[in-house]
């Protein structure tokens, strides 16, 4: 039997080192210590606690959430080649028509 990946719209942000703001959630984050940065050298790498430990993140790597809870960094590439902009779906209903009575 085939399986397809039921489709579960996520929150991301991909990661620039600073240079434009972050969002209010990945700010909550580092407000409540859940995400922190290290300098080495003249590369400013980014620590984020998920449910599976601590993860490293660089630059141009993305942070996502499902749930607003579990976070978790994913590569630029990989990211790139698994999610597509999230536009939910629409069911259209159908119109009821007047009966001439």
């Known amino acids: 039997m085939k399986y397809v990946?039921?489709?579960i719209p996520v929150e991301a942000f991909q990661?620039?080192?600073g240079r434009t703001a972050n969002p209010s959630w990945v700010t909550k984050l580092a407000d409540d210590g859940k995400l922190w940065f290290k300098r080495r050298g003249d590369t400013l790498i980014g620590y984020i606690n998920t449910v599976s430990g601590v993860a490293q993140f660089?630059?141009?790597d993305y942070i996502v959430t499902a749930d607003?809870?579990?976070v978790?960094?994913?590569k630029k590439d990989v990211f790139e080649q698994t999610y597509d902009i999230y536009k939910?779906?629409?069911?259209k209903t159908k119109k009821k028509?007047?009966?001439d009575g």
């Open 68 to 70: 607003g809870k579990d």
């Open 58 to 60: 660089n630059e141009g």
């Open 88 to 91: 939910p779906v629409v069911k």
């Open 15 to 17: 990661w620039d080192a």
């Open 5 to 7: 990946k039921k489709q």
């Open 97 to 99: 028509v007047a009966k």
């Open 72 to 74: 978790y960094p994913i």
